[in-house]
Antibody, heavy 123, light 107 residues
Framework: EVQLVESGGAVLQPGGSLRLSCAAS????????MHWVRQSPGKGLEWVSL????????YYADSVKGRFTISRDNSKNSLYLQMNNLRPEDTAFYYC????????????????WGKGTAVAVSS | ENLMTQSPAILSAFPGERATLSCRAS??????LAWYQQKPGQAPRLLIY???SRATGVPGRFSGSGSGTEFTLTISSLQSEDLAVYYC??????????FGQGTKMEI
């Protein structure tokens, strides 16, 4: 069974830093691109970032560019999101998600989502 | 950015009825469109990809159609477990991957 398990969510003050992790299992992690998607309380889905299977292609939403860094460790079947200079508007549930299609540097839809981890930024 | 607009925001219907949810893109996305279902307190789940292909395990009452800028998700015979928010997402013009604001399905 394909599983994605996020961890690292916390409550912190504006300007703080946090690193989210995602442990993947049940599929060949090193072959697939991965995404982070977030959802603010009571709101819709916002795509945050994606990383190609080998880490060579990385993209960010404008709202997090320059503050967030996505990375992966294929030897550990793990995905990460380093979040710096956090703002109240970054408060959200953060989902780790698996790319649905195998392709080197083209990206498509998400076919598996983790249960998410909560990040709250407040003074 | 390709803006995705869903309508209606809320759709109420009775079990057994047919429900039609719409998604419009501000620029053509071909058939690079997915639909997701998010039940209360759960993560989203992929229903439809490539505008009309059902994901593994998705019941046959869910179908997708459309191309270009106009798309439809149809639930042919509503079940109580279909209570959820439904999101469309385009993957034609990226980044960013843009989601619609969602349609809340009330049964």
């Amino acid at each position: 069974e394909v599983q994605l398990v996020e961890s690292g969510g916390a409550v912190l003050q504006p300007g703080g830093s946090l690193r989210l992790s995602c442990a993947a299992s049940g599929f060949t992690f090193e072959k697939y691109a991965m995404h982070w998607v977030r959802q603010s309380p009571g709101k819709g889905l916002e795509w945050v970032s994606l990383i190609s299977w080998d880490g060579r292609s990385i993209y960010y939403a404008d709202s997090v560019k320059g503050r967030f860094t996505i990375s992966r460790d294929n030897s550990k079947n793990s995905l990460y999101l380093q979040m710096n200079n956090l703002r109240p508007e970054d408060t959200a549930f953060y989902y780790c998600a698996k790319e649905g299609r195998l392709d080197d540097y083209q990206f498509y839809y998400i076919d598996v989502w983790g249960k998410g981890t909560a990040v709250a930024v407040s003074s | 950015e390709n803006l995705m607009t869903q309508s209606p925001a809320i759709l109420s219907a009775f079990p057994g009825e047919r429900a039609t949810l719409s998604c419009r893109a501000s620029h053509s996305v071909g058939t690079d469109l997915a639909w997701y279902q998010q039940k209360p307190g759960q993560a989203p789940r992929l229903l439809i990809y490539d505008a009309s292909s059902r994901a593994t395990g998705v019941p046959g009452r869910f179908s997708g159609s459309g191309s270009g800028t106009e798309f439809t998700l149809t639930i042919s015979s509503l079940q109580s477990e279909d209570l959820a928010v439904y999101y469309c997402q385009q993957y034609h013009n990226w980044p960013p991957y843009s989601f619609g604001q969602g349609t809340k399905m009330e049964i």
